[in-house]
């Protein structure tokens, strides 16, 4: 496979010398058409009183990852549960507080699942986004919807816009990704500019993997002593996944616009489950369909109020079932419905005070097939009402600070208890003693709450009606430092962070073996570091080295019970020490042409998978290194009286853990060893 890609790769190149037009007649309009391509979306240091970590653009392509949740390893501080292959299920978790605690949002509106409380982040792909933000505590915008103040961390995925030139009405794109364990991956994408204020934008793609690849399979006795040590291969990890989105954006003026996009995506793939007493094979299946509606609208008046309207119809449908002859039956199909609605609005007071205000309903149902409750219906429902109010200080270039309070209150059918409703506030501030410099001490404090999923109330034999919400308490303190100059651009923070989790929600036996219930025990804390540096060097003659470097260290104990055996223990899969290391090349021609070599490196550090802490329970540290190397060129094919339209080619190939590192993020969940990918795209 490696021989046959690299080859493919040598024959890319060969074609993008034959067709190779002169390089002085094409410097300006090659270069003239770059940067038409970019959009700057970066804001200046100051505006932000908790500066985000983000991924955009031509550094989110030049990344080894082929979904989001392989992106947002690369921030500090999160923890990713990837259960492995390509259709594995990958869930995050910011800061230890769990991942129910994070709320994932795409183009603006948040991504819900009412029944479990997690987002599969393995099925959003990164060839139709433009940018990965991760916010903790949230964004540094009041306006905002009343929802996304409610979260203790929240990522935003933002997709592709559509941006032509003068005489430019349609762009197109293709790309082919294949590699090891029979992975084929095709993806196309079109903008059409219907009119100068409304253009449509589409995007479809196809992912195949067989997902058989080699795991080494060994275990060490707390002795010392080899239990065993073979070698096998994954089975049922293979995932046939169809993703397809529509988009329409209109401007109008230069303050209002409104966009509406259309989201589907079906899959089916194997769950293949954890290798434990020597069984490789599972018998499980997994069928998923989501589909999304969603639209915005957002207008400025007279200079001062600014007002936003979200909406979004979704409807999702999981079947489960269990073909293991080992396991109990079970053939589950699961139905989810929600409707969502927000209006925020801003009011600028002064040039120097601002105030939000917004309100947002959501609706929400679960229906299980062949499922009868005690009073007759055949599905669980919740009514959810968020009220917030904010407002923001500037006080000229030195400090600037911001307040809100979230007023939630949630009902659920069927439940014993009506309506349950809770207030949480959050002050955020940042202090820049020296306004020529770009150097800010951000703080803040805020609450949060995590309300019992459907699973967690009604689950068989398991859920418990009268839960209360998790409590979440989160105190952190930033330095922050950005310097540009002509030849470096750097931007480093430093954060310490301290989080109290109380009311945790956890599984807990009531006796007869095999019978679990849900309860209000938990009690965590968590005492974290987080450090993070971007730093680019613009060296002569058009090359550019860029490192992105992350460091993690936490502390997250049990602190429940003194007299339980894990008391003050770690907690499951936290690690002490995590990091990562991205270093990268680039080389950029006078006619714009684009060559880059890059290098990643991740560190996971050991930890344990239940709460005792002991040797039964050690999870190794895992680490892999990841290399790739592209080009990208143009080919012209048209011209106008405006410019060169060239026909860009790009070619790719990614080494993953180019060491062959045996490795597991779950316990008894194997994850891949060395692997190739390559990557073929075209766009006009």
Known sequence: MAKRIFFILFIALVARSAFATNEAEQDSIYNRFQLSEVEVTARALEKDVIVPQTLKGAELQRLNALSVADALRYFSGVQLKDYGGVGGIKTINIRSMGSQHTAVYYNGVQLGNAQNGQV?????????????????????????????????????????????????????????????????????????????????????????????????????????????????????????????????????????????????????????????????????????????????????????????????????????????????????????QEVYLSLANKFRVFNWWDLSLAYDYQYNALARENLLLEDGTDHFARHSHWLSAATAFNIKEYLRLQASVLMTAVSNQPS?????????????????????????????????????????????????????????????????????????????????????????????????????????????????????????????????????????????????NPSDTYYSHQIPYIPWHSGSAVLGLEWTSRRGDHYGLNYSFIYVGERYGQQENTIYNYVQPWYTHDLSLYGEWGITIHRTPYAIHPLWLKANIELNNLLGQDYEVIQNYPMPKQNVRCTIALRY
């Open 416 to 560: 014993a208890i009506s309506v349950q409703s809770k207030v949480t506030p959050g002050i955020f501030l940042s202090f820049r003693p020296y306004p020529k410099i770009d150097l800010s001490l951000n703080a803040f404090y805020k609450q949060s709450y995590r309300y019992p999923t459907f699973n967690d109330l009604y689950y068989t034999d398991l859920g418990n009606a009268s839960l209360r919400p998790e409590l979440a308490r989160q105190h952190s303190v930033e330095l922050a430092y950005r310097i540009s100059h002509k030849w470096l651009m750097a931007n480093v923070a430093v954060s310490y962070y301290y989080n109290r989790v109380t009311d945790k929600i956890i599984a807990y036996p009531k006796g007869q073996q095999f019978r679990w219930t849900m309860l209000n025990l938990g009690t965590v804390k968590i005492n974290g570091v987080d450090a993070k540096a971007d730093v680019s060097f613009f060296l002569p003659l058009r090359w550019v080295l860029r490192t992105r470097l992350n460091y993690t260290y936490q502390k997250a104990i049990d602190v429940t």
């Open 120 to 336: 599969d982040l393995g099925r959003f792909s990164l060839d139709n986004l433009e940018e990965i933000q991760l916010f903790n505590g949230q964004k540094s915008d009041i306006f905002q919807s009343a929802r996304e103040f409610g979260a203790a961390g929240n990522v935003y995925l933002t997709t592709r816009k559509p941006y032509f030139k003068e005489d430019e009405k349609v762009h197109v794109r293709g790309q082919m990704r294949f590699g090891s364990f029979s992975l084929a991956n095709p993806n196309v994408g079109v903008d059409v500019k219907l009119t100068n204020a409304l253009s449509l934008t589409l995007d479809a793609e196809y992912v195949y993997s067989d997902g058989k690849y080699p795991f080494r399979y060994r275990r060490i006795l707390p002795s010392g002593e080899t239990a065993y040590d073979t070698t096998a291969v994954r089975q049922n990890g293979d995932v046939n996944a169809v993703r397809t989105e529509l988009g329409l954006h209109h401007y109008y003026r230069t303050t209002g616009f409104w966009r509406v996009h259309v989201y589907n995506y079906y899959s089916e793939r194997g769950v293949p489950g954890a290798i434990v007493n020597n069984v490789w094979r599972n018998g499980e299946r997994l069928w998923d369909r989501n589909t999304f509606v969603q639209a915005q609208w957002q207008d400025e008046w007279f200079d001062r109020w600014s007002t936003r309207f979200l909406a979004k119809y979704a409807n999702d449908f999981t079947h489960y079932k269990n073909y293991d002859e080992r396991l109990l039956p079970s053939n589950n199909k699961y139905t989810q």
